[in-house]
Each structure stands twice: as C-alpha cells, then as structure tokens.
C-alpha cells in the first residue's frame, strides 16, 4: 500500500475520568485503522467507616 | 496520648492482600499473588456494582481479541500510606491488532484465579478499533491515585 494515500485522523479528549487520544487513517474515505489509548485518572475508592458503642 | 477509634490502615492493606478472613473463605494452594485478568466490555452492557465475576454476555468481540481479556500485570504489592490502602496493576492493559467494531466503554478486573470473581470496573469514553491497537494506562501507584483504594 502507498501510504501517501492515507488520510490521518487525530483526536484527544480529557474529562476528570480519562485523558484519551486517538489515531485514524482512511483510505478511499474508508476508515482502515483506529487505535485509541486512555489513561484511567479517576481513582476506584471505597471509604470505611467503623461504628461504636457509645451512641 | 489517648485511645482514637479506626479502622485500622494495615487492615486496608491486609485486604487486598487477602490476609484476613472475616467470614468463610477459601483453601488457597499457595501464597502467591492470585492471577488477575481484564476484560473489555460493550457500551450497552450493564457492568458495574452489582456484578459477581466474570460473564462473556457483553464482552467485547473481534478479531485478535480473545475471550476473558489479558491476564494483568502485578508485580507491586498492595500497600499502605496515610491512612489509605492502595493497588495498582504495574503495567497498561494492552490489546494490539484488534478490531472491536461494537462500541465498548468499560474495564472488568477480575480474579481469575478465585473462580473469576469480579474485583472492580472501570469506564471510559466509548470506543471503537479498527486493526489497531487500545491501551489503558494506570494512573500512578500513590494513596491518591491508585486504581483501588480503601480509604
């Protein structure tokens, strides 16, 4: 494949849960190969809590 | 210096590395870590709180994609600091070559080891891959930003 014919898509996007970025490359307009690559930024958390015995 | 009611932190971190048993538990073979794995699941699946372990209804498929996801890297312990137990896998969860045509939004980290029971789910911005490749990078190993905390 002569890649001169590739037409290259890039793309990010970022909110408090991910930063994201993605690659797409067309050819004759049809989409021939996307990858994308996240980084997770939100944390899973889980809280505790003991009770006690005086109220 | 006075009594201070907690739970106490290296309990948190005792958790994750399985050392309490407050109800029945299992006969383990050894001490060694239990093997981990990830699964990627479609945008219209229903993961989440509710689920126990591991189901292929809703699993991604497509090429160069094998069913039960890839097994994680965990080469760092659970550990503690402050008051905060924390683990994170060590390495991205990558998929290379795939082509996952249904949009698919959503992380399962299982126990494959303890008859795949679910450990946590993660989502992101719904994606596809054509013959290409995905990855999920795990934010930094610290009590703020670990990928599972118990605080």
């Known amino acids: ?14 909110d408090n849960n991910e930063n994201t970025i993605w690659i797409e490359y067309y050819l004759d307009n049809q989409l021939v ?18 009770g006690g015995f005086n109220g | 210096m006075a009594n201070a009611q907690a739970m106490c932190t290296s ?12 109800g029945t538990t299992v006969i383990r073979a050894g001490t060694g870590a239990d093997t981990l794995k990830a699964a990627l699941y479609l945008a219209s699946s229903s ?39 924390y ?6 969860f990558s998929w290379t070559n795939v082509t996952l045509a249904t949009a698919f939004d959503a992380v399962l980290v299982y126990n494959s080891t303890q008859s795949n029971k679910a450990i946590s789910v993660h989502t992101f911005g719904s994606q596809t891959i054509t013959a290409g490749n995905f990855s999920l990078t795990m934010p ?12």
Request: glycine share 10%.
């Open chain 2, 47 to 85: 993961q989440g709180a509710a689920t126990t372990a591991y189901g292929v209804s809703g699993e991604v498929s497509g090429a160069n994609y094998s069913a039960g996801g890839i097994t994680v890297t965990n080469a760092t312990a659970p550990t503690t600091s402050g008051t905060t137990g």
């Open chain 2, 87 to 92: 683990w994170t896998p060590s390495a991205s």
């Open chain 1, 33 to 50: 190969h996307r990858s994308a690559h996240v980084r997770l930024k939100r944390p899973m958390v889980s809280l505790t809590e003991v």
């Open chain 1, 1 to 14: 494949m002569d890649d001169s014919l590739l037409i290259k898509k890039e793309g990010a996007f970022e």
């Open chain 2, 11 to 22: 309990f948190k971190g005792e958790i994750l590395s399985g050392i309490h048993a407050l």
């Open chain 2, 140 to 151: 930094t190993n610290d009590s703020t930003n670990a990928l599972l905390r118990i605080a």
